[in-house]
């Protein structure tokens, strides 16, 4: 069905299947008809690849994706989107709907399973009360995928996809450069949504990298390290890594000026070699 992005239509299929908006799912959905094809050209929806959908909605990007893409398997958590999507996605003979919260389908799997001998991406507008977890675990999982291309909420994007080192970086802008190289896409006002949120929104990128550019020693504790670094942003390094990690003040300084730093600089100064650096001085002493 192409005209999903029609208000009065999107209005009778809610009639017809009783329907309502979960706010705690996160269900805002997309009614600019230019935004879903964008995502879906930009995403890698072409003849080579499969692509996973996180969160259909009522399949207004999941129809975009079978258009260009040689199969769609998309994950859903609503059941009662599922009767809906039959007949939205009815003339589509290589879409797969999964009735599942995405954090609990195993992912491997799935690709052996659904995408034998394909290019795997991911395209979302993911629901946003969940947006760090998912990109997270798309990313730490090490899958097979080439891209994650993302709707998020704008301030999030800036966050993913900023430069390091800024003051706009935090631990997760740390994960996502470990893993793949991010880039804003383009903004999406609040007004193409249905309901309309309270901020706009942006379509992230992440290039999931061949080969690591990254190699900390020990990447749970590196992570550990990232994550109290960044836990009180405006603090000096050292205070927020002895309160994150609950260490010893001392060791920590001496961790901090053995990895060639001063004991005034803050985690928003650092560079990824540099992070790594302080977390095997504090691996070797704590
Ligand atoms: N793709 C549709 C669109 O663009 O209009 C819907 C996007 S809406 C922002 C997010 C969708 O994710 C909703 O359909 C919601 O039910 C679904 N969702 C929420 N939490 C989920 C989870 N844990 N696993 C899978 N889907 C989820």
Request: glycine share 4%; charged share 25%; aromatic share 6%.
């Amino acid at each position: 069905m192409d005209n999903l992005t029609n208000i009065s239509v999107i209005k009778e299929l809610f009639e017809k299947h009783g329907f309502s908006f979960s706010k705690t799912l996160g269900q805002n959905f997309l009614v600019n008809p230019s935004v879903c094809p964008k995502i879906a050209e930009l995403g890698m929806a072409d003849s080579e690849h499969g692509i996973i959908e996180i969160g259909t909605g009522v399949g207004v990007l999941t129809n975009e994706l079978a258009k260009r893409a040689k199969k769609v398997v998309a994950i859903e958590i609503d059941d009662r989107l599922i009767p809906i999507l039959d007949e939205t996605l009815s003339e589509y003979d290589n879409v797969k709907i999964i009735n599942e919260d995405v954090m609990k389908v195993n992912l491997h799997k799935l690709i052996e399973e659904e995408f034998k001998d394909m290019k795997v991406s991911v395209c979302a507008n993911l629901p946003y009360y969940i947006t760090s977890p998912i990109i997270m675990m798309l990313l730490e999982e090490r899958l097979p995928i080439d891209t994650v291309t993302v709707m998020v909420q704008k301030e999030a994007g800036t966050r993913l996809c900023a430069k390091i080192p800024s003051r706009d970086m935090g631990a997760v802008t740390v994960a996502v450069n470990y893993f793949s190289e991010p880039k804003v896409l383009f903004n999406v006002s609040r007004g193409s949504f249905m309901p309309s949120p309270n901020v706009d929104s942006c379509v992230v990128q992440f290039k999931l990298r061949d080969e690591n550019k990254y190699n900390a020693s020990d990447e749970k504790f590196f992570f550990k390290v990232v994550r109290a670094a960044f836990s009180q942003r405006r603090k000096t390094l050292t205070n927020s890594l002895s309160a994150g990690l609950s260490a010893d003040k001392q060791h920590v300084n001496s961790a901090v000026e053995r990895a060639g730093l001063a004991l005034t600089v803050r985690p928003e100064q650092l560079t990824i070699e540099q992070l790594m650096r302080v977390a095997d001085e504090l691996k070797s002493s704590i």
